[in-house]
């Protein structure tokens, strides 16, 4: 009797979605694959959400555990509570998670708790900064996951370090760079330029563009006020667009912290209106960590305002450079690069477009599962 292989796909956070968009994908293209797909509503905006599962065509998830926003403890133990009867009821031969968020740890846990295997898209990245609770998320859910899929070379001594069999790593390259790939032609037609009037015919103004969500950058009032404050001095040489979270949101709405007219404070946008902005932009600042990927992949100069990063081959090879949070620091690095020295990098290896390919072939490899004969 033939068999399908039934994999659960899990999503919560804006990030996840550039990530599981190709894995989706590429799971439909394969008959014997039964693809399912659940959103644990860690973002439920639109801006945040909805409009990702249009642009990028991710199919409509088929549950929606819908537990919003909340303290970690609270969002994780919802996630977990609400997991459990859909992968009792479903019955999946794997489950697959992506990236560094709650939903990636508690559905990861879930998963094991019910003997499901489990795989970790983007495994072994790791910041060795335990106060972000994004690494407590990566080396919890490595520390459990049978699949380890990485994105470059550091990744795999990450995990050995920790005792993980090497039989279980695979490097693949990485999955939100197919995306980027996949849409990058159609990113080219948004007019999010002229809408900025950054564009005038086919020529763009120099710009920057700048994202900031890190809790240890917007939680304290006085660390976002400092950051701002450098932001001023720049926007006031080159215009600086900056698309503010909604935890950013909810800090300068409490403080009221006032700005340079050149720092342009737009809502969250969507992807391709973003992937435009930074493959346009002169440069980026940034303390995202799939923001320091894509701007290597562009070939963009990236700042990055964070004293530690988990991606480091974006700065052996790519475009990025971790320069804190000091504004002098900042202001300096950015004029530096406004005069021209802008560093060159490279593509890292099997950043190709082509990772959710091999990520879907070691599955069918070597899932445990009677396969259609
Ligand atoms: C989460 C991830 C972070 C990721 C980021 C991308 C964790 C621990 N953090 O951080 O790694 O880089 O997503 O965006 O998983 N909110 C809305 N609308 C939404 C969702 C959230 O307004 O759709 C507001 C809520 O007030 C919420 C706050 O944003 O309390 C923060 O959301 P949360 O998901 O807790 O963390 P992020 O900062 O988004």
Redesign the pocket.
């Known amino acids: 009797m033939s068999r399908c292989l039934k994999i659960i796909n899990i999503v919560g956070?804006?990030?996840n979605l550039p990530k599981i968009a190709p894995l989706m994908r590429e799971m439909q293209r394969h008959p014997e694959i039964e693809p399912v797909l659940v959103h644990t509503g860690?973002?439920?905006?639109e801006t945040?959400?909805d409009i990702f599962f249009r642009q990028m065509g991710i199919p409509a998830p088929h549950v929606n555990l819908e537990v919003g926003?909340g303290s970690?403890a609270a969002?994780t133990a919802e996630i977990l509570k609400r997991i459990e009867p859909i992968l009792i009821e479903r019955q999946p031969d794997l489950v697959l998670v992506v990236g560094?968020?709650?939903?990636t740890i508690a559905a990861g846990l879930a998963a094991v708790k019910l003997g499901i295997p489990l795989a970790h898209v983007e495994a072994g990245l790791r910041s060795f900064d335990r106060t972000m609770?994004?690494e407590i998320?990566r080396v919890l859910t490595d520390a459990i996951a049978d699949y380890l899929f990485v994105t470059e070379e550091d990744a795999i001594e990450h995990l050995l370090k920790e005792g993980r069999p090497r039989k279980c790593i695979h490097l693949v390259g990485n999955v939100m760079i197919d995306s980027l790939h996949q849409f990058l032609p159609i990113a080219q037609k948004s007019r999010i330029g002229e809408d900025l009037g950054l564009k005038n015919g086919a020529d763009w103004e120099r710009f920057a563009v700048l994202t900031l969500?890190r809790p240890s950058n917007v939680d304290s009032t006085e660390k976002l006020a400092e950051l701002l404050g450098a932001m001023d001095a720049i926007a006031a040489q080159v215009p600086v667009v900056f698309p503010v979270?909604?935890?950013t949101q909810?800090r300068l709405t409490q403080t009221g912290i006032t700005h340079h007219r050149q720092l342009c404070l737009i809502p969250p946008i969507g992807y391709l209106d973003f992937l435009c902005l930074v493959s346009k932009a002169t440069l980026v600042l940034t303390d995202?960590?799939g923001i320091q990927e894509e701007t290597t992949a562009l070939g963009v100069p990236c700042l990055t305002l964070r004293e530690s990063t988990e991606r480091p081959i974006t700065i052996s090879e790519g475009t990025n450079l971790l320069i804190g949070t000091d504004p002098a620091r900042i202001i300096a690095a950015v004029q530096d690069l406004l005069a021209g020295n802008r560093k060159i990098g490279r593509i890292p290896p099997l950043w190709d477009g082509h990772a959710a390919e091999r990520i879907v072939e070691i599955l069918l490899r070597t899932l445990p599962v009677e396969l259609a004969s």
């Open positions: 956070a804006r990030p860690q973002h439920y905006d945040l959400s926003s970690h969002q560094d968020v709650n939903s609770p994004e998320n969500h979270h909604p935890r909810q995202s960590g």
